[in-house]
């Protein structure tokens, strides 16, 4: 009988930021079996404070066999086919990209490596995706509710800024669907996304942005119906303290992604 060797994961970190610092940083303390850190990609120098060489998105390529998308959507969009077709693998946080249907279908059959989607700040979506299996979900809905800081954006007019700024409750500050709305809110709403990826409609699923001063977790309540039952996931965390549009939980989401990809025994799939 001989035994075979398992492989290293050889692992490179898109983005030194509130996510890919925790997941680097793990990856280098070896909480992965089967899984190294090999390289880093950031925007900004960072010399001697990243655990591993920082390289060019290029020569991040060769060296690794598993790139994990920690940097933001446009990353996705200028880089994900890039990453399949050298054969290597892409793990994307970002998924509020695939709200580009043109690209989410080239990445679906970008190849040879293949591309996987970390379920993040949300809950339920191995669940939401299994029951999709029995029949459509007809009413899904989310609400996402965050500091109102978190969910500033340029496009905003004073009107809504002063409505957040001065807020004292919640102040609803979009509704729409999940095909509008991670792309009005790229770093703060791509859970909305994720539950769409799960139920496989990006217009099934109807999101609200909150903003609240009094929101110190940031929430995600996912609530869905269809002919086989209802289900409601309810999920408050605290968001990380450098930036607080991302939770403190979204890197140990990755790291569990991670560790199923390094076929790590005993994995809740
Ligand atoms: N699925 C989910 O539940 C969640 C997904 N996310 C996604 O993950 C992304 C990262 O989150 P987070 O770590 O909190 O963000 P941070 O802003 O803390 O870190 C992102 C890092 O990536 C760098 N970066 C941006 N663009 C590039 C690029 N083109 N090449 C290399 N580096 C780049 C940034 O540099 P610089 O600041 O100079 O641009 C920054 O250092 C978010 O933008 C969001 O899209 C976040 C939270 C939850
Ligand atoms: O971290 C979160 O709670 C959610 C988030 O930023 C996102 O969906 O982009």
Redesign the pocket.
């Known amino acids: 009988m001989t035994t075979s060797i398992p492989k290293v994961r050889r692992v490179g970190v ?7 610092r925790v997941v680097g940083s793990a990856l280098v303390e070896q909480t992965i079996p089967g899984a190294e850190l090999e390289c880093v ?4 120098p960072l010399g001697d404070s990243a655990p591993a060489p920082q390289v060019a998105f290029e020569e991040a390529l060769q060296r690794c066999d598993l790139v994990v998308e ?6 996705v969009r200028a880089w994900g086919e890039r990453v399949l077709e050298s054969g290597t693998d892409l793990l994307i ?4 990209a695939l709200t580009d249907e043109e690209l989410a279908k080239r990445l679906l059959a970008a190849g040879p490596g293949r591309v996987y989607f ?1 379920g ?3 809950g339920g979506l191995d669940l939401l995706q299994a029951v999709r299996s029995l029949g459509p979900l007809h009413d899904v809905r989310l609400t996402t509710t965050k500091l109102p800081s978190t969910l500033e954006q340029p496009w905003m007019d004073e009107e809504l800024l002063t409505r957040m700024r001065t807020a004292t409750g919640p102040v609803e500050v979009m509704s729409g669907t999940a095909r509008d709305v991670p792309a009005k809110f ?2 703060s709403t ?2 909305a996304a ?1 539950v769409a990826l799960a139920v496989g409609d990006l217009d099934t699923v109807r999101v609200r942005v909150v903003a609240d001063p009094g929101a110190h977790h940031t929430r995600h309540v996912v609530e869905a119906s269809g002919a086989h039952g209802t289900y409601r996931f309810d999920v408050a965390h605290l968001p ?1 303290p450098g ?1 607080p ?3 403190q939980v ?1 890197p140990y989401a990755v790291l569990r992604s991670l560790a199923a990809l390094a076929g790590r025994t005993g994995q809740i799939l």
């Open positions: 898109v983005g030194w930021g509130a996510i890919g990609v950031d925007n900004r920690a940097a933001g959507q446009a990353v946080a970002s998924t509020g970390t993040g700040a949300v790229p770093k791509n859970v994720s990380d930036n549009a991302t939770s979204v």
